[in-house]
């Protein structure tokens, strides 16, 4: 018998051998499966795979115990990654807001309209197709946890991009800005289907509850289900139950101890998810998908699986991260190591072909289907340029922190060139040995770059005056600032008085009358615009955004300036709120709203709600 002998990425810890008739009968069920999806379309509704589709934040490749990590435990992971299809040269971008872009469209996240966190520019363009949409389209349930981060206002919320069922926090994660105000990961309150509703426990732990009600539903609607479960932790704040970060206080810091919990809650609930889908009846025809959106936000200085660089690098550390695959009924529940380059943008086509979904016409995907490498690890892959940037910055700058990658070279700010399989560390710079090779991928991001010029002119607009979201809730997270600044994009700076002050890009639906209602806190807060607020209650862990004290500040007046129309009024101290009611035409513009302070100092309102009242 054959032996093909495969070793961990990361740290090894032995070989794993499968003999040849594993891989035979994997390409076989394979092929069976596509085979009847393709023969009839009772058969095709019959037998279609359900999709579990988990990513958690901020979680680097190499904080798992299967990739090596001395002191961070996680069986459950552990336990899926043995038994799935391991993609070991896999990228995403290096922070949040791009890798959910280029993920659910299959296109990269520059040409997305998600190049950023902040500002405007983590929210994914109108016109871009979804996974939600693709499934919705194919007869599928399609749900969404957790963190979204790609469009707070309509058109760009979850329930606007085809999914059906949507439990979610605000902005990038638990307690920033757009979030209800004071979540701090124990019993908040989440954007349920559009409305706020309070729900019980840790934040992880509810985001895998709600994704098995919704599966139950689906279940019993008699359809096939796309469950997206996109967890905020381990981002920071690092807060969660002391009984998952006990066991690493006494091994390492108290930060690191927090995340490390964060993520064994994580594993916790993944082994959890995955015995009773067992149990439903549900596993052996579930594609369970398992990755993380960016490389480590706090593991690194533990165990970075011998790569340079962390979350937002253009290092290997910053992009490259685990993507397991396992559906046992399409005979992809063995160890294999898929080591051929591929990105995010490669999952919606994978999953278009998996699940025999329509693909939209005059859609053009930056990704290819990973399909041949799962039908055979060994297939031939032909060598492909991949992209990846840290942007950042309100509009992208050429050659910024990025990397241009192919099988064997890794060229990084158009400069250094690293040998990635002789170098998987970063160490040495080989650009002066291969001038060639530099020049063939300079000229290769040039043309990446030229290609998302169209994009990059584009801002996406928050929509004023559809029915969908009427008022349309804006706050500062999504400011277009341009003075270097960053928008306020959590609740401590609110509470702080953060004096930035920035314009929403928005598009004016319906001409009419509109009342726009500036705030300094949330409705929810019902606080007076001058007052100051305590700080809010302590959770386990470090340090949450509500322990911040709100700072009174001597708002006088509060203006808006949208078009022609340039408004300004005196604020009452013991006001909530400042209204205005304007006519405002129909198109595209640029929204100020702000208050004056006693000293003549100006800051932004950082929140608005801006209402239709009549056509």
Not at 74 to 88: M, V
Not at 301 to 318: C, D, L, P
Not at 497 to 507: H, L
Request: glycine residues 10%; proline residues 6%.
């Amino acid at each position: 018998m054959l032996r093909i002998t495969q070793y961990k990425q990361g740290k090894p810890d032995g070989p794993e051998s499968i003999g040849m008739e594993n891989i035979m009968t994997h390409k076989l069920s394979v092929w069976l499966v596509l085979l009847l999806l393709a023969v009839s379309p009772a058969a095709h509704a019959a037998q279609r795979p359900n999709v579990m589709l988990v990513i958690t934040d901020d979680q680097g490749y190499g904080d798992l115990g299967c990739h090596g990590n001395p002191v961070l435990k996680t069986p459950n992971i552990d336990s899926l990654y043995a038994q799935s299809a391991r993609f070991t040269d896999f990228h995403v971008s290096p922070t949040c807001s791009p890798t959910r872009g280029a993920l659910m469209s299959g296109h990269y996240s520059n040409r997305a309209g998600t190049w950023h966190t902040i500002m405007g520019r983590s929210i994914l363009f109108e016109g871009e197709t979804t996974l939600g949409e693709a499934f919705s389209s194919g007869g599928y349930a399609t749900g969404m946890f957790g963190k979204w981060h790609i469009g707070d206002n309509y058109p760009y919320r979850p329930e606007d991009r085809g999914f059906g069922t949507v439990v979610r926090h605000g902005g990038g994660g638990i307690g920033q800005t757009p979030d209800v105000w004071d979540n701090a990961y124990f019993d908040d309150s989440y954007f349920c289907n559009g409305q706020i509703e309070k729900r019980h426990g840790y934040c992880t732990d509810v985001f895998f509850d709600e994704t098995k009600k919704f599966i139950q539903g689906a279940v019993a609607e008699g359809k096939p289900f796309f469950a997206y479960l996109s967890t905020n932790a381990p981002h920071g704040p690092m807060l969660c139950p002391e009984e998952f970060s006990a066991p690493y206080r006494e091994q390492v810091g108290e930060k690191q101890a927090v995340f490390f919990g964060m993520i064994a809650n994580i594993d916790k609930n993944v082994g959890e998810l995955r015995a009773w889908l067992k149990n439903e009846g549900l596993a052996e025809n579930t594609i369970f998908i398992f990755m993380t959106d960016n490389g480590t936000a706090a593991g690194a200085r533990i165990h970075n699986a011998g790569m340079r660089g962390g979350k937002g690098s253009q290092f290997e550390g910053g992009h490259r991260v685990p993507l397991f695959i396992h559906w046992p009924e399409g005979g992809i529940d063995k160890p294999v190591d898929i080591d051929r380059l591929s990105a995010h943008i490669d999952v919606l086509p994978t999953l278009q072909e998996l699940c025999g979904l329509p693909e939209q016409e005059d859609y053009e995907i930056d990704g290819v289907s990973l399909m041949p490498l799962l039908k055979d690890p060994q297939a031939d892959w032909p060598d492909r340029v991949i992209v990846t940037d840290s942007q950042r910055v309100l509009d992208p700058k050429k050659w910024k922190n990025c990397s241009t990658m192919t099988q064997r070279w890794r060229l990084v700010n158009g400069k250094g060139l690293y040998e990635i399989a002789k170098d998987p560390g970063q160490k040495h710079d080989v650009s002066k040995e291969h001038p060639q090779v530099v020049e063939k991928l300079r000229a290769a991001y040039e043309d990446w770059w030229q290609s998302l010029q169209p994009a990059l002119a584009r801002h996406a607009e928050i929509v004023l005056g559809n029915p969908e979201e009427n008022p349309s809730r804006l706050t500062c997270h999504d400011w277009l600032t341009d003075d270097g600044g960053h928008s306020p994009w959590n609740q401590a700076t609110i509470r702080a008085g953060q004096s930035t002050v920035g314009d929403w890009a928005v598009r004016v639906e319906q001409a009419g009358k509109y009342r726009i209602t500036l705030r300094r806190w949330p409705a929810e807060a019902a606080t007076p615009l001058t007052d100051a607020l305590p700080a809010g209650s302590t959770v386990p862990g470090m340090e949450a955004f509500r322990e911040t004290p709100g700072k009174a500040l001597k708002i006088r007046s509060a203006g808006i300036q949208i078009g022609d129309v340039k408004l300004q009024r005196p604020a009452a101290s013991d006001a909530e709120s400042v209204e205005f009611e304007a006519k405002l035409p129909e198109g595209s513009e640029r929204l100020r709203c702000y208050f004056e302070l006693a000293d003549g100092s100006t800051i932004g309102a950082y929140y608005a709600d801006v209402e239709l009242l009549s056509n």
